[in-house]
């Protein structure tokens, strides 16, 4: 099975960042975009940011749009979100995904998250 382990999770300050990191199988990085999403108690999984095959294309959630960095490092199979400017909204379990289209909502595979809290 394609493996995906995220890292990175912590507890953070409003306006601090963090950077996780996601280690995935070469299958994971043969997808059509690799990325992330998150998931909050009451809420739908919201796409925030992924890597489009071909030209190596970004695409962010609107909700993370200048905040959230993901980049990869295809010789380590890993993906990095860069997080910014924390908000307590932010609070979350953050899964690393591969898909069609991450942001979207079109995943094959994902981990098993790091959490991340956000205080106030």
């Known amino acids: 099975p394609v493996q995906m382990v995220e890292s990175g999770g912590g507890s953070v300050q409003a306006g601090g960042s963090l950077r996780l990191s996601c280690v995935a199988d070469g299958y994971a990085f043969r997808s059509k975009s690799i990325g992330w999403f998150r998931q909050a108690p009451g809420r739908e999984r919201e796409g925030l940011a992924g890597?489009?095959?071909?030209?190596?294309?970004?695409r962010y959630d609107d909700s993370v749009k200048g905040r959230f960095t993901v980049t990869q490092d295809n010789a380590k199979n890993t993906v990095y979100l860069q997080m910014n400017s924390l908000k307590p909204e932010d609070t979350a379990m953050y899964y690393c995904a591969a898909g069609l289209d991450v942001v979207a909502g079109s995943v094959n595979y994902w981990g098993q998250g790091t959490q991340v809290t956000v205080s106030s």
């Open positions: 890597i489009y095959a071909g030209g190596g294309s970004t």
